[in-house]
């Protein structure tokens, strides 16, 4: 897809939350302020129902080729809680950072994801694989037009 319709996909309330979830779960809510020190908060909601949110402050926007973000578990007013309130590990970081670019080739875009997980974290193969089915979505979600 185009590098700017890739952007909006990762700036737009309406557009992020089609795809902003791992296979089998959904992001029934999603607020976004962008511009540096802006917001980002969401929630992902489990198969089974169980919600878990996040909050991320963007630390840098470079519209449409890069977008820098803090990534913490959050309660629903946006507060930033412990990793250990979901259930994660003790060495799951309190908070990470997480670069995304977006880079223009012939038309379409290569986009590079990076998220500063430690790999001493337990959860970091699960955030891998979340990663991965979020943005099979993503592209799913582009190829519909």
């Keep these: 897809a185009p590098r700017e319709l890739v952007f909006k996909a990762w700036t ?19 607020k ?6 802006g917001a980002f908060h969401y929630c992902m909601r489990m198969p089974e129902g169980r919600d878990i ?10 519209e449409p080729e890069r977008i820098v973000y803090t990534d913490a578990f959050a309660d629903a007013e946006g507060n930033p809680v412990s990793p250990a309130h979901y259930g994660m590990s003790s060495g799951h ?10 880079a223009e080739h012939e038309g379409k875009t290569k ?5 500063s997980i430690p790999e001493s974290v337990e959860e970091r193969e699960g955030t891998e694989q979340g990663w991965s089915e ?4 993503l592209a799913a979600d582009l190829a519909k037009g």
């Design 53 to 62: 949110w996040g909050i991320g402050v963007y630390r840098e926007i470079v």
């Design 32 to 37: 976004i302020d962008l511009r540096v020190g």
């Design 111 to 115: 986009l590079t994801l990076r998220h």
């Design 12 to 30: 737009e309330p309406e557009r992020l939350m089609r795809w902003w979830a791992p296979k089998g779960c959904t992001t029934p809510f999603c």
């Design 134 to 137: 979020m943005l099979d979505r």
């Design 93 to 102: 970081p309190p908070e990470t950072l997480v670069t995304v670019t977006f």
